[in-house]
Structures are given as structure tokens and as C-alpha cells.
């Protein structure tokens, strides 16, 4: 597997069978291995069983880009930061660290899994704003409001408003 154009805010693609799936995974093992573990450096077989499950985990927070219509977009630099760690931390929720070593108690495994999830319903929700240039679900705004300000600005948007009317 090889790394997609770093500027697209994507980690590397998940593949299987005889296509591409149109995933792709947001952290890698030695990501992983960083965050929950105290053992260095991972085994091959390791790094597999990692990167498999970061697969798994990375599936649900495609899922909820699909659900907020960002499947296409081009992430943010700090969206993607964003993501890795989720995928860290619910790849956590499928694989224990390798070497039996981990930095977190199952407790705290736990408040991280739920707060991952919280996460993803946000993603789903559109809340969190990953797409380059958005501002997401909860930003107050509209796009198509004209604000009038004086007796020209005001003209200005009765003649905006026709002109869109008039198409």
C-alpha cells in the first residue's frame, strides 16, 4: 500500500479483494503504537494485526463522512490530525497494545472509546467542520443573507433579489 497525495488530508487507502475500497485509514501502527503502547519497535505480524484493526475503526468514521456528504472534500491540515486520533483511539477499542504494555487503564480506554464515538456522531451530524474551507453544521451563518446598511446597500439588494429571481 502505498501513501495518497499528502495534501489531501488521507492517511493510506484500505484495500481488499480486487478493488480499492474507498476508504482509507487516518493513523498507521507506529501511530498507534505511540499513543497506547510502551513497546518499540512492533514486530511485522504486530503491525499487520494493527493496521487491520485501524482499518476496522477508520470504516466508522468514513461512514459518518458519508453521512455529512464529505466523502469527496479535501481535508483540513488539522482535520486530519483530528481523525488519526480517532482512529487511534477506536483502533484501541479493537486491539489491545501487542506487547501486553498499555499506558491507559481500561477505565480510561473506555472514556476514550466514548468519547470517539461522541466524535463520530458529530462527523455524521456535519458539527465538525473536516472539509477545507467549511465551517461547519453549528456555525451561524447563511450564505445567502444580504444586510443592508444604508438606502444604497438597500437598493442593491432588491436589485440582487430580482436578478436571482429572474433565473
Same mark, same amino acid.
Given at each position: 500500500m502505498s501513501d495518497t497525495d499528502p495534501g489531501q488530508g488521507v492517511g493510506t487507502p484500505i484495500t481488499g479483494g480486487a478493488s480499492t475500497v474507498p476508504w482509507t485509514r487516518f493513523a498507521e501502527a507506529s501511530d498507534f503504537a505511540s499513543f497506547w503502547c510502551q513497546c518499540d519497535p512492533l514486530s511485522e505480524a504486530e503491525t499487520t494485526a494493527i493496521n487491520n484493526k485501524l482499518n476496522v475503526a477508520a470504516a466508522q468514521i468514513c461512514g459518518a463522512m458519508l453521512a455529512a456528504?464529505?466523502?469527496?472534500?479535501?481535508?483540513?491540515?488539522? %482535520?486530519? %490530525?483530528? @481523525? +488519526?486520533?480517532?482512529?487511534?483511539? @477506536?483502533? %484501541?477499542? @479493537?486491539? +489491545?497494545?501487542?506487547?501486553?504494555?498499555?499506558? @491507559?487503564?481500561?477505565?480510561?480506554?473506555?472514556?476514550?472509546?466514548?468519547? +470517539?464515538?461522541?466524535?463520530?456522531?458529530?462527523?455524521?451530524?456535519? %458539527?465538525?467542520?473536516l472539509c477545507s474551507g467549511d465551517s461547519g453544521a453549528d456555525f451561524p451563518a447563511i450564505d445567502w443573507a444580504e444586510v443592508n446598511y444604508n438606502g444604497f446597500t438597500e437598493a442593491a439588494i432588491i436589485f440582487n433579489q430580482t436578478q436571482r429571481d429572474q433565473t
Open positions: 456528504g464529505m466523502a469527496d472534500c479535501t481535508l483540513s491540515d488539522k %482535520a486530519s %490530525a483530528y @481523525l +488519526a486520533s480517532i482512529n487511534i483511539i @477506536l483502533g %484501541a477499542a @479493537l486491539q +489491545a497494545c501487542p506487547c501486553g504494555q498499555a499506558r @491507559l487503564s481500561e477505565d480510561e480506554q473506555a472514556q476514550w472509546a466514548d468519547w +470517539a464515538s461522541t466524535e463520530i456522531e458529530r462527523i455524521a451530524s456535519g %458539527a465538525v467542520p
